[in-house]
């Protein structure tokens, strides 16, 4: 097989997937933070508003922060080529837009370590804006999960800020 050129850091020399090696790479704090929105249809969303956002299921905000917190922690699990890694601090922001109908969940997650938490935020994220579907999908089939994206990271070779 010819060498491959490439940019992709989960690619060796001959194209093949790896894990990254980062034992070289010096332990520093690193922190991201990501994004995920529940979009509602407005007949949904007024049924959640009645109800003070609590189902059946439980207080939508508190599963949604406690799945995503389980997730969160186990992205190794999920991806790949993820490190393990320890997580030293994460945090959610769970708040419902009434203008938009929509649900806007913030996940920030930190470690100081040698390769970054950008997925561990996104996992969290994600899981938290799945859980909130899963708990209200009775409402609607029209709810959408979109704009799962990296807001920021800090720390490792270089920041990113959204």
């Not at 992709?8 to 194209?15: I, R």
């Not at 790479?25 to 609590?54: C, G």
């Not at 393990?84 to 996940?107: H, K, L, M, N």
Request: contains cysteine.
């Amino acid at each position: 097989m010819e060498p491959v050129d490439h940019k992709l850091s989960h690619l060796d020399n001959e194209g093949q997937p790896r894990m990254v090696d980062v034992s070289a790479k010096p332990v520093s704090e690193r922190v991201a933070t990501a994004e995920a929105v529940v979009l509602y249809p407005q007949s949904a969303w007024a049924e959640l508003e009645a109800t003070d956002f609590v189902t059946k299921k439980g207080a939508l905000r508190d599963v949604a922060i406690v799945a995503g917190t389980f997730s969160l922690k186990r992205t190794a699990d999920m991806i790949p080529f993820c490190h393990t890694i320890p997580i030293e601090g994460s945090s959610f922001s769970v708040v419902p837009d009434s203008v938009q109908c929509r649900i806007v969940v913030q996940c920030t997650v930190k470690t100081r370590g040698r390769t970054g938490v950008e997925m561990e935020a996104l996992v969290g994220a994600s899981t938290a804006a799945l859980t909130l579907y899963d708990m209200t999908k009775s409402l609607s089939h029209e709810i959408e999960i979109t704009g799962v994206r990296l807001l920021s990271k800090r720390g490792g070779k270089s920041d990113y800020q959204a």
